[in-house]
């Protein structure tokens, strides 16, 4: 058994499907994660990049019965920060050292939402400057909408396929939203010369450990530079969420679900950026750092304005509500010394994935 791991170290995409799913199935979950992050240390060292991500508003357009601030969800009060806002929370990022920021809102599309996120990706520039990063997670858009905000600034782009199994998709969203659409869209982001991620939640109602194993498969033929998983928590004011029961064991099952995805993901890929989302800390206070550990390498501190955090919840039980973006700072840097890593100040954290394509 042992040797699957070592194959899979030994270099990238060596196992085949079923090989993965044993993988991702590992009986012994420690070993799982200390060959993960093996890996993860031979490319890209004992250190964590840092994105500040401010939620910059929850209107969506869509209906994705997962998700807390759907359309149809009329318990949320709705909000969009102006441009003044956006810019500032951008250039505390900066001051704070991140490196990097990664803006994000429900989807929204049309000529006056391009208008709008091209104004504040200009301003950005203007007070951060060019080496400063700037993810965008702002769902599907046209081409056209990717290439303008690409030419404005923005570098990275973050977009969740969700899950690879086009049948779960469509049970999981109503009939206009396509699964085809979506993955276009990361070919049209690729094309436009950004950094392209994606992710998948795991633990989906009727999802299975070979689903989970094609979401990897999948990451590997997009040839995708990042990845942002993150396990489903039901929501309660969802059709996916509403009624459905939630123990601490689920929790728990649910974190270690999340962390044998980023293990095998690392594992299958190597050297792409892996988040620890923060839905790992939902499950547990230190949810983070174990998928840290488990082969992840960058952290999205929220530094939302407190007045808006509680709005953006796309799950239940969203932590560090409460505190300001400098308590968060702090607390991170206690945490991310206590398991051992570093953080990379003032850098934008490219994924080396990425610079390798680039270097040819
Ligand atoms: S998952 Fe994204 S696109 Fe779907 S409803 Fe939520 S914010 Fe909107």
Redesign the pocket.
């Given at each position: 058994m042992v040797s699957l791991l070592e194959k899979a170290a030994a270099q990238p995409r060596a196992l085949t499907h079923r090989e993965l799913a044993e993988v991702l199935a590992w009986p012994d979950a420690s070993a799982l994660f200390n060959a993960a992050y093996d890996v993860k240390c031979r490319h890209v060292g004992r250190r964590v990049a840092f994105r500040g991500l401010v939620e910059f508003g929850?209107v969506?357009?869509?209906?994705?019965f997962?998700?807390?601030?759907?359309?149809g969800n009329a318990n949320v009060r709705r909000y969009r920060m102006d441009a003044d806002a956006i810019v500032r929370a951008a250039e505390w990022v900066c001051k704070a050292g991140y490196g990097s920021v990664v803006l994000q809102?429900?989807?929204l599309t049309g000529e006056e939402n391009a208008a709008f996120v091209e104004g504040v990706l200009r301003r950005i520039v203007a007070v951060a400057g060019d080496g400063f990063g700037i993810t965008l997670s702002l769902?599907?858009q046209t081409e056209e909408t990717y290439r303008r905000w690409r030419e404005a600034g923005a570098h990275r782009y973050l977009l969740?396929i969700?899950t690879s199994n086009r049948e779960l998709y469509a049970r999981l969203?109503p009939a206009d939203?396509s699964w085809e659409r979506r993955r276009d869209c990361l070919g049209a982001l690729r094309r436009c010369g950004y950094q392209v991620g994606t992710g998948v939640m795991c633990g989906l109602p009727g999802q299975t450990t070979d689903d989970l194993a094609s979401d990897i498969e999948f990451f590997a033929a997009e040839d995708v530079d990042m990845i942002g998983m993150g396990p489903y928590i039901p929501h309660p004011d969802t059709p996916l969420g509403r009624g459905v029961p939630w123990t601490p064991a689920d929790a728990k099952d649910r974190l270690e679900l999340g962390l044998r995805m980023i293990a095998a993901t690392r594992l299958y890929l190597h050297d792409v950026n892996i988040a620890a989302a923060t839905a790992l800390q939902a499950l547990d206070p230190e949810g983070r750092e174990k998928g840290l550990l488990a082969g992840a390498n960058v952290m999205m501190p929220n530094v939302t304005e407190n007045q808006y955090r509680a709005d953006y919840q796309?799950y239940a039980g969203k932590p560090c509500l409460d505190e300001n973006a400098s308590v968060c700072r702090a607390c991170l840097e206690r945490r991310i010394a206590a398991i051992g890593e570093e953080i990379l100040w003032n850098a934008r954290g490219d994924s080396p994935h990425w610079k390798s394509r680039l270097d040819g």
């Open positions: 929850n969506c357009e869509k209906d994705c997962y998700c807390g601030i759907r359309r809102s429900g989807e769902g599907e969740r969700e969203h939203h796309l």
